[in-house]
């Protein structure tokens, strides 16, 4: 079997910073960028980034969704999209852009080169995260998620999205980054 590729979803600034922005989770975001960092150095040629990104015309309930989050009605190349700059892709890291939760689908499976072994953290893990695994999975994907790389909105929130994705072996397994770098 080929090695798998690591897809870092969503480390944006607008997830970052708490200050800055309604959807920044702050300290727990801050936590989980020293094991990311790890595992974007280990996987080095097998790295891809997501990002979640407004849609230009929001349509179905995405339009509710818009109503109640306006400031996130900004194009794809506004600063609060971009990656966090100690994640800041290096040239040549694929980058899948995405106005849904789940970054699952035809532009994630070709960024991987067609690899069906995924290891996933990043953020939120009971909304990016949760969905991009279970999608993968439902699509024969064997998924890991390192749950010490992952945040969620609240911690009880990420320990609930893990208990969730737990019940889903052997497509989608927790693990650690450490069990992903040993």
Known sequence: ???????VVDMQRVFADAEASPWGMGADFDAIVPNVRALVDAYEGRVVMTRFVAPAEPQGAWVDYYRDWPFALEPSAAPLWEVVDV???????PVVDAPTFGKWGPELLAATGGSRRLDLCGVSTDCCVI????????AGCWVRVASDACAGVTPADHQRALDAMAMFPPQLTITTTAALLA
């Open 131 to 138: 969905t991009t695994a279970l999608a993968a999975a439902d």
């Open 1 to 7: 079997m080929s090695d798998p590729w690591l897809v």
């Open 87 to 93: 994640l800041a892709p290096a040239t040549g890291v």
